[in-house]
T-cell receptor, first 115, second 115 residues
Framework: AQSVAQPEDQVNVAEGNPLTVKCTYS??????LFWYVQYPNRGLQFLLK??????LVKGSYGFEAEFNKSQTSFHLKKPSALVSDSALYFC?????????????FGSGTRLQVQP | KAGVTQTPRYLIKTRGQQVTLSCSPI?????VSWYQQTPGQGLQFLFE???????NKGNFPGRFSGRQFSNSRSEMNVSTLELGDSALYLC??????????????FGEGSRLTVL
């Protein structure tokens, strides 16, 4: 069964500093990987995805993520954090070798950017 | 292009009642998925519909059901409500077929409180 781990419940970073939100996954075969962001009392917003190709994926709002197959990781990064980036971030995985199309989400990481 | 629309946004029910939530997907999207989000369990997959057929189902009791109409709009129903059903219910649509790689586009959610 597919699974996603986000080992940090919360990440604190100062505005202007780089940020990393960690994600590791377990899935049969090649994965589709996604990052979503959720603001209070809102739905999830799609940030970026890895399907195939270049291991460094660029997404919305200056975020990027690096796919590492050997470490089964898909960490979210941003070179310079903004206070407005403070939100809840979810990593998700989808299998590609079975008919199961549902995304499995991690438990979420709360990002707090201090001014 | 309009996003995913969920109604109602907020509702309060009492134990034993039933509730129906509605979701209108992005135009052209034929896949609709439902997720339950709670502080304790995180995001859990309920079911997915495509062309009026349930394609995938999560591990929820039979009190949770859904359907999809010919215009791709979807409803989910929860019968005999329990306190533990209090949650944010998220609907998401996706583009399937040759152009789809599985990213979900979420609505704002329906927040259900069971008293």
């Amino acid at each position: 069964a597919q699974s996603v781990a986000q080992p940090e419940d919360q990440v604190n970073v100062a505005e202007g500093n780089p940020l990393t939100v960690k994600c590791t996954y377990s899935v049969s075969g090649n994965p589709y990987l996604f990052w979503y962001v959720q603001y209070p009392n809102r739905g999830l917003q799609f940030l970026l995805k890895y399907i195939t190709g270049d291991n460094l994926v660029k997404g919305s709002y200056g975020f990027e993520a690096e796919f590492n197959k050997s470490q089964t990781s898909f960490h979210l990064k941003k070179p310079s954090a903004l206070v407005s980036d403070s939100a809840l971030y979810f990593c998700a995985v989808r299998e590609t070798e079975t008919g199961r199309r549902a995304l499995t989400f991690g438990s979420g990481t709360r990002l707090q950017v201090q001014p | 292009k309009a996003g995913v629309t969920q109604t109602p946004r907020y509702l309060i029910k009492t134990r034993g009642q039933q509730v129906t939530l509605s979701c209108s997907p992005i135009s052209g999207h034929r896949s609709v998925s439902w997720y339950q989000q709670t502080p304790g369990q995180g995001l859990q997959f309920l079911f997915e519909y495509f062309s009026e057929t349930q394609r995938n189902k999560g591990n929820f009791p039979g009190r949770f059901s859904g359907r999809q109409f010919s215009n791709s709009r979807s409803e989910m129903n929860v019968s005999t409500l329990e306190l533990g059903d209090s949650a944010l219910y998220l609907c998401a649509s996706s583009l399937e077929g040759a152009g789809g790689t599985g990213e979900l586009f979420f609505g704002e959610g329906s927040r259900l409180t069971v008293l």
